[in-house]
T-cell receptor, first 113, second 112 residues
């Protein structure tokens, strides 16, 4: 089945460490997105990419970095500069022609030890 | 700045009751509107979407939503809820698929 795979499901980080969240899709979508979900806050866009080797900052990009070297993959690094990284992170993808909704992965829950 | 407001943080209903969840958006130009649902322990799923045409859109599982341009609203409705509808519901707006703006979500609890 086509879909979006996020790994790991749960991730723990020590203070001062960078950590990378994986997102892979086999839907042949050009666009990919990273969101952060906090209770009562909805989803907030961190970064998005419309095409390989290109990406744009979303509303809350500070303390995060991404890369898009392959169409299928859009990893997110949470750096030590992110002051409040404990959250649920969602990856999504969509086509870019016409009007296409975003499809979401199951998410990664990041916690600070 | 674009924004999406969902009026209710938590709604509690008995089975068979009717549901209406409010969503208002602030968005210049042509807007595309979506409702997503997140069942406990599952990923976000698309319930329905509006791009153009008939302002009354029907989605999966008996849900529908009405786009009222003059009120900047896109309320979600279901005539009779079931216990299995217990979930969190998110309204989203955007131009195309990029940079969707999500509301803060409404938790729906349905009591058997």
């Amino acid at each position: 089945d086509g879909g979006i795979t996020q790994s790991p499901k749960y991730l723990f980080r020590k203070e001062g460490q960078n950590v990378t969240l994986s997102c892979e899709q086999n839907l042949n979508h050009d666009a990919m997105y990273w969101y952060r979900q906090d209770p009562g806050q909805g989803l907030r866009l961190i970064y998005y990419s419309q095409i390989v080797n290109d990406f744009q900052k979303g509303d809350i990009a500070e303390g995060y970095s991404v890369s898009r070297e392959k169409k299928e993959s859009f990893p997110l690094t949470v750096t030590s500069a992110q002051k409040n990284p404990t959250a649920f992170y969602l990856c999504a993808s969509s086509g870019v022609t016409g009007y296409q909704p975003q499809h979401f992965g199951d998410g990664t829950r990041l916690s600070i030890l | 700045a674009q924004s999406v407001s969902q009026h209710n943080h938590h709604v509690i209903l008995s089975e068979a009751a009717s549901l209406e969840l409010g969503c208002n958006y602030s968005y210049g130009g042509t807007v595309n509107l979506f409702w997503y649902v997140q069942y406990p322990g599952q990923h976000l799923q698309l319930l329905l979407k509006y791009f153009s045409g008939d302002p009354l859109v029907k989605g999966i599982k008996g849900f529908e939503a009405e786009f009222i341009k003059s009120k900047f609203s896109f309320n979600l409705r279901k005539p009779s809820v079931q216990w299995s509808d217990t979930a969190e519901y998110f309204c989203a707006a955007g131009a195309g698929s990029y940079q969707l703006t999500f509301g803060k979500g409404t938790k729906l609890s349905v009591i058997p």
